[in-house]
């Protein structure tokens, strides 16, 4: 059961440059989330999708694209890198708790992009 | 103001001390509160969750919830050096389908 998976673990960019990070969960959750974290400000949230075919813009979406490939996979795409992108990635997967809002959040090890 | 408020740190305690953390909260229709562990480098881990008011024990960890105050702290009885990590709070209110994180605090357990 290998959880949360994302790829890749890490990746230099030059400014414009194109990329997609890719995320799998195999826990059979209908929930996944991108988030970014930079030092001192904590996890904040890029986009989300509470269910296979639906995403929402959180916190922090400018300059992000998201996919929700099926119920498994669900991937972040950055189409103009900029320096302001540089950050650890996180993608996280949950169920719902049956008062109906979220559960526990399970993270995927991260990805670590550096924009030049 | 921001949601969800903690106290950045560093917290410093000795081994064997208790290490408290706290959290504080503007939305008060929270309703579920974690609190999150993550080593340097690695990814948040879940340590412990809490739905309602009181204290909530698990091993060494203990989650205390005053919805009233607004506020969620996290102890940790007889702190040990691998305790020193850093420790979001995080939290959901009703029908939202994302938690919202606070910036972490720092915690050293000095041997």
């Known amino acids: 059961n290998a959880g949360v998976t994302q790829t890749p673990k890490f990746q230099v960019l030059k400014t414009g440059q194109s990329m997609t990070l890719q995320c799998a969960q195999d826990?059979?959750?209908?929930?996944m989330y991108w988030y970014r974290q930079d030092p001192g400000m904590g996890l904040r949230l890029i986009y989300y999708s509470a269910s296979e075919g639906t995403t929402d813009k959180g916190e922090v979406p400018n300059g992000y694209n998201v996919s929700r490939l099926n119920k498994r996979e669900f991937s972040l795409r950055l189409e103009s890198a900029a320096p302001s992108q540089t950050s650890v990635y996180f993608c996280?997967?949950?169920?719902?708790?049956?008062?109906?809002?979220?559960?526990?959040?399970?993270f995927g090890e991260g990805s670590r992009l550096t924009v030049l | 103001q921001k949601e969800v408020e903690q106290n950045s740190g560093p917290l410093s305690v000795p081994e064997g001390a208790i290490a408290s953390l706290n959290c504080t909260y503007s939305?008060?229709?929270?309703?579920?509160f974690f609190w999150y562990r993550q080593y340097s480098g690695k990814s948040p881990e879940l340590i412990m969750f809490i739905y309602s008011n009181g204290d909530k024990e698990d091993g060494r960890f203990t989650a205390q919830l005053n919805k009233a105050s607004q506020y969620v702290s996290l102890l940790i009885r007889d702190s040990q050096p691998s305790d020193s990590a850093t420790y979001l709070c995080a939290l959901s209110s009703g029908s939202a389908r994302q938690l919202t994180f606070g910036s972490g605090t720092q915690l050293t357990v000095l041997p």
């Open positions: 826990m059979n959750h209908n929930s």
């Open positions: 996280a997967s949950s169920a719902r708790t049956s008062g109906g809002s979220t559960g526990e959040l399970f």
């Open positions: 939305d008060r229709g929270s309703q579920s």
